[in-house]
């Protein structure tokens, strides 16, 4: 008999829906921690608006902007402990935030600072990455890691729908899936891979299910939605943990800004289908749960906003204040220890000599 | 001390290694049950488990990506490609990911990981087994790129490699795996990486090569010493990745000829690299041009016409006399 994909049946995981009404089961989650959620949220998207301008002003290098897809990085990387580690791709700011990395690392990279992809010691997580889906097979080594240590710790992979198409990925997945590795592949499918549509990326019906054929479950959540996605890599988390293998999750979202600061989406997608995505936009609907439920004001809303605005202000300022760096240092971090040809062309640049 | 080949020196070194650091661990593909096609891992996994000795799925790329988590979390790995030709599929990983990681991070995340890889003609081999593409990583900074072409020097370096704080690439000439034995210490020790060798020293002419070529090119100087007379010095380099110039330069300013013998295809292979360093370092001591005498630059061909496409006795012995007679 054939195994036909229409035969499939694929129901996506939502909490909160786009009014911000509960229609599914709360996580066991305190309202400290909602907030907190909201918190970064808010604080996120600020950020990322100012890092646009910033690069309009010329003041970074090209941004990756995030807009959009808040709910689906706070609410995976709220289902992480700190010991858990984190594979990025360069979009996932907030995530990375979550996780321990401080914003102006995260400025100091899109500013092409020497030491911007150099994370704080003791932050679980690999530097962006820019190759599309290079790091699905580094944190597959990564849970073969936790697995050969028997330490339990999860390795949670961002990635992008675009990324679903490459070779690393489905090398990643099989590997994971044959060791039973503790690895939590999280596609935000942000609909667009720069100019392709989702629909031309692949022929799957969803993301969701390209683990099927490799023997990893998988599921579809509302990636607008921040308590679904945290529930399901929750879910995914403990699954990992009791040894039960990987997971995929497809984060149904939307990438409401360019696909960076060089591209210019009005060119590939239409006006209608981004205001369609903002009448979904996750902060807004968690927002709207948070008033409902009162744990919210339009004071504190003022203030949070006030918030925000101070903290990237300090973002800023402690980027744009840090030295630059200097081109000598790079040849200390090629090896452990300088080689011949490496001491005598560090020496020819400390002494500005033309070669 | 026991007299041994190539492929019992280096799985001496690795049984060696996995004995000595709980860290170390194997992995690729049929290196397990199998102990590779080579032999190389042999009894390793019936030794060590399948916890350390790892039959990997058949994914070279995702081999080398798992290496680099695995040492970013700390752990040792050595990972097999089953042959040169096919690390193309791991470029991206090798060369973009494994080599930039320490400068990237800035030394907050290194990978001590090594990834060793039968290469060299004369075997015989289907197409795309054969290939030297020590040319394509000495372009890659960041990865150490080692070649040994004895068992002791196989056994020392390759101990080396799995201590060393950075990815390494361990080239293992096919040819030379069973081709001659010698002494041996069946104990653990390192041969420096980056240090050339001199296997023989001479007065006329500086012969610089390394790994599959080196036996080859070392027959040719001695079989010419013996007919002609004259002395033919003979440098090894036994590491790509950082280059021994040192030892160049030094051999070159006293004998004032050099030429270069490597397997690899001759543009912009790594005896372009020594040539220039020559040039930048001691061309005021040349005699005569610097010659190369390499694979050509060609795809690598048909086995059946292997033989005269590698450099050989004949090719060698031809570019000793033409530099000798230089005036």
Known sequence: MWIKPEDLTISQVQILNEAGDLVGELPDLTSAKLLDMYRYMVIARAYDERVVRLQRQGRVGTYAPFSGQEAAQVGSAFALEKSDWVFPSYREVPALWVHGVPLVNSLLYTMGHVHGARLPEGVNAFPVQIIIAGQTTQAMGSSLASHYLGDKLVSLCYLGDGATSQGDFHESLNFASVWKLPAIYLIQNNQWAISMPRTRQSGSQTLAQKGLAYGIPGIQVDGNDVLAVYQVTQEAVERARAGEGPSIIEAVTFRMGPHTTSDDPTRYRSAQELETWKQKDPIVRFKRYLLNEKLWDDGKEAALLQEAAEQIEQVVKASEGKPKGTLEESFDYVYESLTHRLREQKAAVAKKEVR | ?327
Request: with cysteine.
């Open chain 2, 1 to 327: 001390m026991a007299v041994i080949n190539m492929i019992e020196a280096i799985n001496q070194a690795l049984a060696g290694e996995l004995e000595h650091d709980e860290r170390v661990l194997i992995l690729g593909e049929d290196v397990g049950h199998a102990g590779g096609v080579f032999r190389a891992t042999d009894g390793l996994q019936a030794k060590f488990g399948e916890r350390r000795v790892i039959d990997t799925p058949l994914a070279e790329s995702a081999i080398i990506g798992a290496s680099i988590g695995l040492a970013a979390r700390g752990l040792r790995p050595v990972a097999e490609i089953q042959f040169l030709g096919f690390i193309y599929e791991t470029m991206d990983q090798l060369a973009s990911q494994a080599a930039r990681m320490r400068l990237r991070t800035a030394g907050r995340i290194h990978l001590p990981m090594v990834v060793r890889s039968p290469y060299g003609g004369g075997v015989r081999t289907p197409e795309l087994h054969s290939d030297s593409l020590e040319g394509l990583f000495l372009h890659s900074p960041g990865i150490k790129v080692v070649m040994p072409s004895s068992p002791y020097d196989a056994k020392g370096l390759l101990i080396a490699a799995i201590r060393d704080p950075d990815p390494v690439l361990f080239l293992e000439p096919m040819k030379l795996y069973r081709a001659f034995k010698e002494e041996v210490p069946e104990d653990s020790y390192t041969v420096e990486i980056g240090k050339a060798k001199v296997v023989q020293e001479g007065e006329d002419l500086t012969l610089i090569t390394w790994g599959a070529a080196a036996p080859v090119a070392t027959a040719a100087a001695k079989a010419w010493q013996d007919k002609h007379g004259g002395s033919i010095e003979v440098i090894d380099l036994r590491t790509i990745v950082p280059m021994d110039e040192e030892a160049v330069v030094k051999s070159v300013e006293k004998t004032g000829r050099a030429m270069i013998v490597h397997e690899a295809v001759k543009s912009g292979g790594a005896g372009a690299e020594v040539a220039a360093i020559i040039s930048e370092k001691c061309m005021f001591s040349l005699l005569a041009p610097i010659l190369r005498v390499t694979g050509f630059d060609t795809p690598y061909p048909a086995f059946s016409v292997e033989d005269d496409w590698l450099p050989n006795a004949t090719r060698i012995t031809a570019a000793i006399q033409e530099m000798l007679s230089y005036r």
